[in-house]
């Protein structure tokens, strides 16, 4: 009785684990940036090369256009848009929104990193980076997908070796994501691409250049499918040593 309920409630976790971790890998809203050029204030050098101060009066256009961005594992796609537009979010959410919305392939094309931004040697470094982030998210995901199946054809009961290498996968999988978010997380918070980045956005294209970076719904699902898939994984181990004490 004790291992159908072990059972039971270590296949819910494993569903679970299932279903996040699928949804993190497969919409690509892990980053979540907005960048804009404010106008510039008092005592910057205005249109010509002038130098604005106190009292004068510059006629310019309204800067209130905002570049925004996401990205995943699959795409990183950008379009352009109002700061005053009430529907920006609705459009941000909706891939299909706007028509200008331009995507790419994201594998191998960390943000913020470019050949324009950064030299050759960083370009390279962040390459290899974002490479090994890719893989151990593969790994993790293909881990907890063939856990699940094997998982499956260990039910009732029938070999504990199934769920012993069912939970071992389970658990394999959670310790490669695991990575993938604190590399992720390293990337944006610790390493100074981010920040060379925007050095060389303002001074190359506006020198009030702003760029706004938060985690969206999809980094957000990351530790939820983390925490069942470490969870499942020790209880199917559980299960599985216990059905082999009682074969004994």
């Known amino acids: 009785m004790k291992l159908r309920v072990a059972l039971f409630f270590a296949g819910l976790f494993g569903a679970l684990a299932a279903v996040f ?8 809203y892990w980053l979540l940036a907005s960048e804009s050029c404010h106008p510039n204030p008092e005592g910057t050098v205005g249109p010509g090369g002038v130098t604005i101060e106190r009292g004068d009066v510059l006629v310019q256009e309204d800067h209130k256009d905002v570049t925004l961005y996401h990205e995943g594992f699959f795409w990183k796609c950008s379009f352009g848009g109002n700061m005053e537009d009430d529907d920006l979010l609705w459009k941000l959410w909706f891939t299909n929104q706007p028509n200008s919305k331009v995507c790419m392939h994201a594998y191998l094309f960390p943000f913020p990193v470019s050949h324009q931004t950064h030299n050759a040697t960083e370009y390279d470094s962040a390459i290899i980076y974002r490479g090994f982030w890719s893989i151990f998210m593969l790994i993790g995901v293909a881990a907890v997908v063939l856990g699940g199946f094997v998982i499956i054809c260990a039910a009732p009961f029938a070999s504990y070796r199934l769920y012993k290498a069912g939970g071992s996968l389970f658990l394999t999988s959670g310790i490669f994501l695991l990575c993938v978010v604190v590399m992720y997380v390293l990337w944006l918070q610790v390493l100074d691409v981010v920040e060379v980045y925007i050095d060389h956005q303002r001074s190359t294209l506006c020198p009030n250049f702003q760029l706004s970076i938060s985690y969206g719904l999809s980094f957000m699902f ?7 898939c470490l969870l499942s994984g020790l209880l199917f181990l559980l299960i599985g040593n216990s059905i082999k004490l009682e074969c004994h």
């Open 222 to 228: 990351a530790p939820i499918g983390i925490f069942f």
């Open 21 to 28: 971790i699928l949804l993190s890998f497969g919409t690509d």
